[in-house]
């Protein structure tokens, strides 16, 4: 079946300008995770959904940092008066939320460069 | 969560086993070893994952010591499409629906 798709996959953008990323994740998957990669760094945690819980936040690093999970389903993560040190490649991951295995599936990314 | 500690770099000749070692000196009896893995300009994929047993599936081996404070994936016949970045993540029982915690991983070169 289809994986995690993500879009756009490159994003240019100006300082100051506001950007939209989208996470589609695999079908019947209720958990719905937010990563971000920065050059030469590791992966970082940003924002986890779980079904209708309220999101885990803990790891958005500003208030300029959002997202929203609409029917369950897709997902988009906006920054606002995007800066320079956002840039990097965003990722999402699903899962099946249930079980004791619960691997979680990435997209390819969206690659953030922010001039 | 505990901490795991991973060789930054790691070579290895194609068709021969890869043992990438991970520390995690300080985990709990209720944490489990989890392997992911991160092939250049991909989103990481997941290969395994043990509690105290030792665990094989079609991707890798995982052998966790009996004190639980270190493990070792094994990747029984590496290719050249095994080159990636590995990384060794202990999670919660009861987190199994939680966020990741990455760390730096190890840099696995899979040379022909």
């Known amino acids: 079946g289809a994986g995690v798709s993500q879009s756009p996959s490159n994003k240019v953008t100006e300082k100051g300008k506001d950007v939209e990323l989208r996470c589609d994740p695999i079908?019947?998957?209720?958990?719905l995770y937010w990563y971000r990669q920065s050059l030469g760094q590791g992966l970082e945690f940003l924002i986890y959904?779980?079904?209708?819980?309220?999101?885990?936040k803990s790891g958005l690093p500003s208030d300029r940092f959002s997202a929203e999970r609409t029917g369950g389903s897709v997902s988009t993560l906006t920054i606002q008066r995007t800066q320079q040190e956002d840039s990097a490649v965003y990722l999402c991951?699903?899962?099946?939320?249930?079980?004791?295995?619960?691997?979680?599936?990435f997209g390819p990314g969206t690659r953030l460069t922010v001039l | 969560d505990a901490k795991t500690t991973q060789p930054p770099s790691m070579d290895c000749a194609e068709g021969r086993a890869a043992n990438l070692p991970c520390n995690h000196s300080?985990?709990?009896?209720?944490?489990?070893v989890y392997w992911y893995r991160q092939i250049h300009s991909q989103g990481p994929q997941y290969i395994i994952h043990?509690?105290?047993n030792n665990e094989t599936n079609e991707m890798a081996s995982l052998i966790i010591t009996e004190d639980r404070k270190s493990s070792t994936l094994i990747l029984p016949h590496a290719t050249l499409r095994d080159t990636a970045v590995y990384y060794c993540?202990?999670?919660?029982?009861?987190?199994?629906?939680?966020?990741?915690?990455f760390g730096q991983g190890t840099e696995l070169s899979v040379k022909p």
């Open positions: 991951a699903s899962s099946s939320g249930t079980g004791l295995v619960n691997e979680q599936f």
């Open positions: 079908s019947g998957h209720t958990a």
């Open positions: 959904f779980q079904g209708n819980s309220a999101p885990d």
């Open positions: 300080t985990i709990s009896g209720n944490e489990y």
């Open positions: 043990g509690l105290k």
């Open positions: 993540i202990v999670r919660p029982v009861y987190n199994q629906g939680g966020k990741l915690i």
